[in-house]
């Protein structure tokens, strides 16, 4: 696969994309963030949602130097507490809960991708801890309260993204 960044001064793509359904309680965090970021960033950054079967992702990336991804979590802690993976850094743990309403799981797509070598080079990845994962059930006031900051988080993630040189 050819990236942008192989090429010199050629810019990086980058990709955004939130994972969920918002008619499941918190499991709609993903969707409501990159709605925020409508008019925010670049034109040349790719921005876009997905509710159902997280394997399509390795369609979507295609191409991309970088993917920032946000998604509901299971919840570990506290409703609405922000995780941030960068897989540049981190290892993203099988079976780690991101699946929240998936049928497969955002930590055996990223896995399958990058072992038939379709995952872009940078991965990071934002999960809201939700609680609710129900159809019809309403997303939580402490979930929809962090939905700005990782607006903003995910902004400043895509800046610094564009400008790796690899």
Do not use: C
């Amino acid at each position: 696969m050819t990236h942008s960044g192989d090429q010199p001064n050629a810019p990086r793509k980058v990709l955004v994309v939130g994972m969920g359904n918002p008619d499941r309680g918190d499991d709609g965090i993903g969707t409501i963030v990159v709605r925020r970021l409508a008019g925010r960033l670049s034109g040349d950054v790719a921005v876009v949602e997905r509710s159902g079967d997280v394997l399509s992702l390795i369609e979507d990336w295609a191409g991309f130097d970088a993917l920032v991804l946000v998604d509901a979590v299971a919840p570990a802690t506290a409703r609405g507490r922000i995780h941030r993976l960068d897989l540049a850094t981190e290892q993203l743990r099988r079976g780690m809960s991101f699946a929240s309403s998936h049928a497969l799981g955002v930590a055996e797509t990223v896995e399958l991708a990058r072992t038939l070598a379709l995952a872009p080079r940078d991965i990071v990845i934002y999960g809201v801890e939700g609680g609710s994962f129900v159809g019809g059930d309403s997303m939580a006031a402490e979930v929809e309260a962090v939905a700005e900051e990782v607006a903003q988080r995910v902004i400043v993630e895509v800046a610094r993204l564009t400008q790796i040189v690899t």
